[in-house]
C-alpha cells in the first residue's frame, strides 16, 4: 500500500493525515502526532533525533560565527572611533598631523 501525501494516516486509526512528521516526512493524523517546538513528528523517536540534531546545529553556529564576529565587531567599533576622533582632534582642534603622529609613534 502505498502512501499518499494527504492519505490515511499510517497508524491504523483510519484517520485522514494532515501533516507530515518534520524528520522523516510521514503522514501523522491528530491521533498520533507528536509536537514539539512548533515541529508536528510521527514519533517520540523522530522527535528526539530532530531536537539533537537542532542542538547541535545551535551549538555549531555560536561556535564558529557568533563569537568571532562579536570580538572582531567591537575591535573594528573601537578602532573607527579611534581613528574619528582623531580626525576631529587634528582638522579642528589643532591636534598633531599626520606626520607628526607618525614621528610621536616612531614610525
Ligand atoms: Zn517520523
Ligand atoms: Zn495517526
Redo the contacts with the bound molecule.
Keep these: 500500500m502505498a502512501v499518499q501525501a494527504t492519505g490515511i494516516c499510517i497508524c491504523g486509526s483510519g484517520q485522514l493525515s494532515t501533516m507530515r512528521?518534520?524528520?522523516?516526512?510521514?503522514p501523522?493524523c491528530e491521533e498520533c502526532k507528536i509536537e514539539r517546538d512548533g515541529q508536528v513528528?510521527?514519533?517520540l523517536?523522530?522527535a528526539e533525533v530532530a531536537q539533537r540534531y537542532l542542538e547541535s546545529e545551535d551549538a555549531g553556529r555560536n561556535i564558529s560565527r557568533a563569537r568571532p564576529v562579536g570580538i572582531f565587531g567591537m575591535i573594528f567599533g573601537l578602532f573607527c572611533f579611534a581613528v574619528i576622533g582623531w580626525l576631529v582632534w587634528w582638522l579642528f582642534f589643532g591636534g598633531p598631523g599626520p606626520d607628526r603622529l607618525r614621528q610621536m609613534i616612531g614610525i
Design positions: 512528521c518534520g524528520r522523516c516526512v510521514k501523522v513528528y510521527c514519533s523517536e523522530c
